[in-house]
């Protein structure tokens, strides 16, 4: 642990750290100095074991699980996160709709928007809104939003065409939260490119020639590039930096 971007002695919350990018992000905040309120929505085995993981390295952490399909109290899922250390200083909403892998992937072009929909944006939108109030009244915070490096300028195809719409919300949103909740919290949002998650784990050679082709840096991203911008984000190092969406995804510009 290095004295710059520290986060020595604050909570996090990391939506859908049970496994790629937040788990990642996760990781790395505790290896920062923080202690950790892990989310889940169904895999709650990884969750606990991301738990040991993050007390192995000598932080803590708690499991706070909630399916944000479908509608659930979102304000009763921020009060549960916020209890669980009693304060919260940063609030990541990882916590997205996977419709590439597993059975989603055959779902219909409109069930799939619905989904994007309801998880991405609504859950996150008034989850951070949720979250941002309470940072705003005791005066101190930092949000970060995950957005899509391609959202603004297009990728051909259904995908290309949902997270787009999606994705582009959440960006939007994460500019206009930075304003009202200034000067006192800090929102800030993350667009990744080609990261290796579940999705790149199975994508085609096709695919990995496609990524390696629009990437400069000649690699598909890691999870742990995502978190690494994160903690920098997320620390005092940033103190000045609000209402801002930063690719990370290798100098890709197409």
């Not at 997205?96 to 998880?119: H, M, Q």
Request: glycine share 10%; net charge negative; charged share 20%.
């Amino acid at each position: 642990m290095t004295d710059f971007a520290s986060l020595t002695n604050q909570i996090a919350v990391v939506t859908g750290s049970s496994s790629g990018i937040g788990r990642a992000i996760a990781l790395e905040f505790a290896r920062a100095g923080a202690d950790i309120v892990i989310h889940c929505a169904r895999s709650i085995d990884a969750a606990h074991e991301l738990a040991l993981e993050i007390e192995s390295l000598g932080r803590s952490a708690k499991v706070v699980q909630a399916d944000f399909r479908g509608g659930p109290l979102f304000d009763d899922f921020v009060d549960r996160a916020w209890s669980a250390f009693g304060q919260v200083d940063i609030w990541v909403n990882n916590a997205g709709a996977d419709v590439l892998t597993g059975p989603a992937a055959d779902w219909s072009y409109e069930r799939k928007l619905s989904e994007l929909f309801d998880v991405d944006v609504r859950a996150g939108m008034l989850i951070a809104k949720a979250a941002g109030q309470k940072m705003f009244e005791q005066r101190r915070g930092a949000i970060l939003m995950i957005g899509w490096d391609q959202a603004d300028r297009g990728m051909e195809g259904n995908s290309g065409e949902l997270f787009a719409a999606s994705k582009n919300a959440v960006m939007g949103f994460s500019r206009s939260l930075a304003l009202s909740l200034a000067p006192h919290v800090r929102v800030n949002c993350i667009s990744p490119g080609w990261i290796k998650t579940a999705w790149g784990e199975i994508a085609s050679d096709a695919w990995h020639q496609r990524v390696i082709k629009e990437t400069p840096l000649h690699r598909w991203g890691l999870p742990e590039d995502i978190a690494n911008a994160a903690r920098f984000l997320c620390s005092d190092a940033a103190s000045f930096v609000t209402g801002q969406v930063f690719n990370v995804n290798g100098g890709a510009v197409r």
